[in-house]
């Protein structure tokens, strides 16, 4: 009977044990935080872009770098840069090449203000397009509701 209890509780310690690791060892966590970081250096730029967009409706073409933090050891072979190109009605996103989550992926944002539904009139970023997989996105950009660049910050 002992035998039993005491097998029965490491089963039970080994099944929890492996229900806690899956969950906690993500395999794309690294992807997620490189996303969260372009996301937010995208963010620091993009007042400029708003205020061209709420006065005239277009952006600016233009073309930019943004740099990211490394995030482990393995990823410091190759520079982690994002390719910012703006376009008159959308901002093209493009990971640069390497050995590292995201290599090559983009992720295409398109401006628009929330209807009247709202009192708050800020543009809103709508993640349209791209090769970035959605489960590594943010909520807000897998759901389409838009981002606040604000709440990047």
């Not at 490394?70 to 050995?99: C, N, P, W």
């Not at 290599?103 to 709508?126: G, H, T």
Request: hydrophobic fraction near 40%; charge should be negative.
């Amino acid at each position: 009977m002992i035998k039993n209890v005491f097998l029965f509780f490491i089963l039970v310690a080994v099944i929890g044990g492996g229900i806690g690791y899956s969950f906690y060892s993500d395999p794309e966590q690294a992807s997620i935080q490189l996303f969260d970081q372009a996301m937010k250096q995208f963010a620091k730029r993009a007042d400029i872009l708003e205020e061209q967009y709420e006065e005239s409706g277009v952006l600016s073409e233009s073309t930019e770098i943004l740099k990211l933090e490394r995030i482990t050891v393995e990823e410091s072979e190759s520079k982690l840069v994002v390719h910012m190109t703006v376009a008159s009605q959308y901002v093209t996103l493009v990971f640069s090449d390497g050995k590292w989550p995201l290599a090559n992926q983009s992720i295409i944002l398109e401006p628009f203000i929330p209807e009247a539904l709202s009192e708050e009139k800020s543009v809103r970023w709508k993640c349209i397009s791209g090769s970035v997989l959605v489960r590594i996105r943010s909520k807000n950009c897998r759901l389409g509701y838009g981002i606040v660049s604000s709440e990047l910050r």
